[in-house]
């Protein structure tokens, strides 16, 4: 039980993270909140990706560009260039580690407006952090496993962030639903989006990219839209009026 619960907090409390922060915050500013928050937020980030943290500004930079250039071959990861979604995770982690480094100079068009915090950046991608943090998963297994199919589930949590990624980008413009022809290929791959809270509403996000809530039709419901009218409501952040 205890493996379980530890499971599914680090695959929910990753995803929020990343839809929350690095996707509707950092990529996308659709809302506002003050340093301290997003200082919060931001340590917070590091702490529940853990081994996968992804760097906000390479994120930001790579998501705008996926915006712009969707299921085109500027895309830094549309589907349809990639023969399996191995190929397309390697082409993504290429692009994002040019980033991350500056060996790569984003379009002006992509820069600024995101949050960055170097040091923590720096101390986040060392080797020794992110094997760190492995190692602490490994250790609650060896605690609290109760049969050995359960390491199987390990390599998960070494690679959250970028299996929610692989996820979202691969489904989110292959499999599912339109509600609107965005000259893409984007699909919305769950009406009720409980496995990836909102991100595999692609469809929908591509029509309206600056909407809090990535659920339109009534049939439809994201998850990640409640808890960020909540935070809202707590003056943690501040919704734009549009």
Request: aromatic residues 22%.
């Amino acid at each position: 039980m205890a493996v379980l619960v530890f499971f599914l907090a680090h695959w929910f409390l990753s995803l929020f993270c990343q839809t929350f922060f690095l996707h509707r915050y950092a990529s996308h500013k659709m809302f506002s909140m003050n340093r301290f928050w997003e200082r919060f937020f931001y340590a917070f980030t590091v702490l529940v990706q853990g081994s996968s943290f992804l760097n906000p500004r390479a994120y930001a930079i790579m998501h705008r560009m996926h915006h712009a250039y969707s299921d085109t071959e500027k895309d830094p990861h549309s589907p349809h260039f990639f023969k399996d979604v191995w190929q397309m995770t390697m082409q993504t982690k290429e692009i994002y580690v040019n980033y991350v480094n500056n060996k790569v100079e984003p379009e002006k068009a992509f820069r600024g407006n995101y949050p960055e915090w170097k040091w923590l950046d720096k101390l986040s991608n060392y080797w020794s952090v992110r094997i760190g943090f492995g190692v602490l998963y490994f250790l609650f297994y060896l605690q609290f496993a109760t049969s050995w199919w359960m390491f199987l589930l390990l390599p998960i949590h070494f690679f959250m962030g970028p299996i929610h990624g692989a996820i979202v980008n691969w489904c989110g413009h292959k499999y599912g639903y339109s509600n609107y022809d965005n000259n893409d290929h984007s699909k919305n791959s769950l009406p009720l989006d409980f496995l990836l809270m909102g991100e595999l509403f692609q469809n929908n996000h591509h029509k309206s990219p600056n909407s809090i809530n990535f659920a339109k039709k009534w049939f439809e419901f994201d998850p990640t839209y409640p808890v960020i009218l909540l935070l809202n409501k707590l003056h943690i952040i501040k919704l734009k009026r549009h």
